[in-house]
């Protein structure tokens, strides 16, 4: 073996570090590489982390320069210079864009330049005019698609006829936010964002948002379980209160993400959010059946014959034409009132939607005919003055006597 084709290594160092792999010796005086003298080849080496006396593995003496005589040493391994780090794009698909596009046109890569340059530093982070413009266009065009796509997603729900109402609806809410995340997503993506460009704000922005829209989701969530268990759903008919604490019923038109839209008789459209009809109770007319039960009580005179006023109450009961005759309705004797005897016409509808107020209406109008007819009498409350006699009371009408006495002779 030549001294050419050896490998020298260092003399051993007291570290426990792995052994480094052999690199070509150079001079250290003249920064040129050192060559054997008999072969002319460049010697190898193995660097040390300092200037470390070069051994011959077969002797163990230290090694010389055959040009000046003295022991070859191996300086010490360069340490790399720390590089600066490099500016980072806050929108990283927007450097790709403006390279395609100059490609294509000068023209247009001109005017990207002159809008890339105009830009703000943030620590490492650099955000250009085109960047904004770039990044405000694929939002735009994610939005689009999203919500053509939802369109498209309505459509085709609709016409799954193996589904009810309420099973469409709970498919369109899910395959629409399934539908927005894919799109955030994507736009994420497709901007090529480098999140830690908000590291700074993240915190603040999480918080802020989580409680901005901590009841949003809420009803969000609340409205998604309204349509999974079927408690509430689009067609029913509820009782609400308004603010006055009057109670009136309403026609659930829609269940959206925040609230929930019931329209009233007289056409108003109540907003109630998803989480009160969850936490709170809820009169459903029609949760399991659309039969409503409608009481329209009656009075009548105590000299009247109870028997054919029952019958007139039946039958006008009977000619409304929203009144079921399965199950018919009743009459109830109530009480025994001041004035009258009180009765309770029991019937049934089976379209609460269309209102109750003109069924019962339409009962009494017919029942008017009929006590008409009949000499039924309805009564209204009389009252009869009985005045006891005293002395007093006898010397006041003697007074009143003697002035309409006098009072025509005069």
Same mark, same amino acid.
């Given at each position: ?10 003399? $051993?160092?007291?570290?426990?570090? $792995? ?17 054997? $003298? ?6 190898? %080496? ?37 590089? $600066? ?5 806050? *929108? ?7 390279e395609a596009v100059s490609q294509k046109s000068e023209t247009a890569g001109d005017m990207i330049d002159t809008l890339d340059r105009m830009a703000i530093q943030m620590g490492h982070?650099?955000?250009?005019? &085109? ?13 689009? %698609?999203?919500?053509?796509?939802? !369109?498209?997603?309505?459509? =085709?729900? @609709?016409? @799954? ?8 609806? /709970? ?8 539908? &927005? ?9 497709? =901007? ?8 700074? #704000? ?8 989580? #409680?901005?829209?901590? !009841?949003?989701? %809420? ?6 379980? =309204?349509?999974?268990? !079927?408690? *509430? ?43 009160? /009809? ?12 659309? +039969? ?14 109870i028997k054919l006023a029952e019958k007139l109450m039946l039958q006008a009961a009977g000619e409304v034409k929203r009144v079921k005759q399965t199950p018919p309705p009743v009459v ?24 109750? %107020? +003109? ?12 006590f008409q007819q009949s000499g039924i009498e309805i009564p209204f409350p009389q009252r009869d003055i009985n005045l006891r006699g005293n002395a007093q009371f006898d010397q006041l ?14």
């Amino acid at each position: 073996m030549t001294a050419a084709t050896r490998i020298l290594e260092p003399a $051993p160092a007291a570290s426990s570090a $792995p052994e480094p792999q052999a690199v070509p010796l150079i001079d250290p005086s003249t920064g040129k590489p050192l060559l054997d $003298p008999e072969t002319g080849e460049q010697m190898m %080496g193995i660097p040390a982390p300092q200037a470390t006396p070069f051994l011959d593995p077969e002797t163990g003496e230290p090694l010389m320069d055959p040009a000046t005589g003295d022991p070859l040493a191996a300086a010490a391994a360069p340490t790399p210079a720390p590089t $600066p780090e490099a500016t980072k794009e806050a *929108i990283s698909a927007a450097n790709d864009a403006k390279e395609a596009v100059s490609q294509k046109s000068e023209t247009a890569g001109d005017m990207i330049d002159t809008l890339d340059r105009m830009a703000i530093q943030m620590g490492h982070m650099r955000l250009s005019l &085109w960047d904004v413009i770039f990044g405000s266009a694929i939002v735009l065009f994610v939005i689009i %698609g999203a919500w053509f796509a939802t !369109k498209a997603i309505k459509i =085709l729900v @609709a016409r @799954a006829t193996r589904l009810d109402e309420t099973q469409r609806l /709970l498919a369109e809410k899910i395959i629409t936010i399934l539908v &927005w995340a894919a799109a955030f997503f994507l736009g994420i993506d497709l =901007l090529g964002i480098d999140l830690t460009a908000l590291a700074v #704000f993240s915190g603040a922005f999480g918080l802020a948002i989580g #409680f901005g829209l901590q !009841k949003t989701f %809420g009803n969000l969530i609340a409205g998604i379980i =309204l349509l999974m268990d !079927k408690s *509430i759903k689009p067609g029913d008919v509820i009782a609400v209160s308004d603010q006055a604490g009057a109670s009136t019923f309403g026609q659930i038109r829609k269940i959206g993400i925040r609230a929930v839209s019931i329209t009233t008789r007289d056409q108003k459209e109540y907003l109630i959010p998803n989480e009160n /009809l969850m936490i709170n109770q809820v009169e459903n007319w029609s949760y399991s059946s659309k +039969n409503v039960r409608i009481q329209v009580p009656v009075g009548i005179g105590y000299n009247c014959d109870i028997k054919l006023a029952e019958k007139l109450m039946l039958q006008a009961a009977g000619e409304v034409k929203r009144v079921k005759q399965t199950p018919p309705p009743v009459v109830w004797l109530d009480k025994y009132g001041e004035n009258s005897v009180d009765f309770v016409i029991h019937c049934w509808i089976s379209d609460p939607e269309e209102g109750v %107020g +003109n069924v019962r209406s339409e009962v009494l109008k017919n029942l008017w005919d009929l006590f008409q007819q009949s000499g039924i009498e309805i009564p209204f409350p009389q009252r009869d003055i009985n005045l006891r006699g005293n002395a007093q009371f006898d010397q006041l009408v003697a007074a009143i006597a003697q002035r309409v006495d006098k009072t025509g002779k005069d």
